[in-house]
């Protein structure tokens, strides 16, 4: 899902997708469900998080009403990963292994480890380094230095923490500061698929939006990045950026490598990267790609990240398909993933 559909999600009270994210409200610290009766909050003061634990890693606590960290608490499978989590949440700066993540988890080694794929998409090992990140920058938020927050969250030296971050562009003190500075230039182009919109900041391309103007294609990029100085005029210099995705708009080979400044978690970058290595005019099923990553269950793991992934088109998420090959969600609509997919089977024009 994009931040627009799972902010539809609340406003809508949407039961269907419960259990598929949570969010917490910033005023209160206070994390529900998308269903939850609670007054909806406003949209700026609104994060998103995977799971129950992943809200209490960033200092959020349950709603009393929708008790959203009880969501899975009759599935034993998903009651041992909810255990564990819970345990790295409290205490992402422990050194965690394996043993020890079972014994939080009340599990054997292999059933904690089975469960982290099946229930949550990663490693437990990515999921202690996600819990890291979010301990050491809530504490860059709060005003603390880079290396009282280090080892806060359990790295060992600034290497370490540098290291662990994949946030091209991005050093871990700018998002201590909500990324406030930052400056995205854009430009929209005519293409086959209709109006798109390129984003950039200095180090590289951070977002593409299709859609039917130039106002809503705006307007989609300040309610994605509410923090950041946007033009507020198309902007020159994006000729990289522009003639990249009409390029691939097109089915035709992007001209050149260009740079991103995209974030992700450690997941959502190696499907990313999956992605990027899939030939222009082929496709790949859900379940072929998770099992390419080593992780054959997390087919629905593989689905979310495609539709989180912020520069559609550069990395190619509408080249995944269902396992008979049927052409499933998109975030532009399957009649524009059908449209992209038949022109590069054809090999462009």
């Known amino acids: 899902m994009t931040t627009q559909r799972l ?58 009403r929708c008790r959203p960290n009880f969501a899975h608490a009759t599935n034993p499978a998903f009651d041992r990963v909810r255990r564990a989590c819970d345990a790295i949440a409290r205490r992402p700066d422990v050194r965690w292994t394996s043993r020890e993540l079972a014994r939080a988890g009340s599990a054997s080694v292999a059933q904690i480890q089975r469960g982290f794929r099946d229930a949550l998409g990663v490693t437990a090992r990515d999921y202690v380094a996600a819990c890291r990140r979010r301990r050491f920058l809530d504490q860059l938020k709060e005003g603390g230095s880079v290396t009282d927050a280090l080892y806060a969250a359990g790295y060992g030296s600034p290497s370490r923490v540098y290291g662990s971050f994949e946030l091209p562009g991005m050093t871990p003190a700018t998002y201590g500061r909500g990324g406030q500075g930052a400056v995205i230039r854009w430009a929209t182009v005519a293409t086959p698929l209709g109006r798109v919109l390129v984003a950039a900041t200095e180090r590289g391309l951070c977002f593409v939006e299709v859609g039917a103007g130039e106002p809503t294609l705006v307007e989609t990029l300040r309610a994605e990045f509410p923090k950041a100085d ?96 049927s052409v499933t969600g998109y975030r532009w609509g399957t009649d524009v993933k059908r449209a992209l997919l038949a022109r590069e089977a054809r090999g462009g024009g």
């Open 7 to 64: 902010w539809q999600a609340v406003t809508t009270r949407d039961a269907a997708a419960d259990g598929l994210f949570v969010y917490g409200v910033r005023s209160t610290r206070v994390y529900c469900r998308p269903s939850c009766p609670s007054r909806r909050p406003k949209r700026e003061r609104v994060e998103f998080f995977p799971s129950p634990a992943m809200a209490e890693a960033g200092g959020f606590r349950a709603c009393r």
């Open 230 to 325: 946007i033009a507020s005029a198309p902007a020159r210099g994006l000729d990289r950026y522009v003639d990249a995705v009409r390029a691939l708009a097109e089915a035709r080979p992007v001209p050149a490598s260009i740079p991103v400044d995209i974030r992700g978690t450690a997941f959502q970058w190696r499907v990313w990267r999956a992605l990027t290595r899939i030939p222009i005019g082929e496709t790949r099923a859900y379940a072929r790609l998770a099992a390419s990553l080593g992780q054959p269950a997390a087919s629905r793991a593989v689905g979310r990240a495609c539709a989180t992934n912020p520069i559609s088109l550069v990395v190619p998420c509408h080249r995944v398909v269902g396992t008979n090959g």
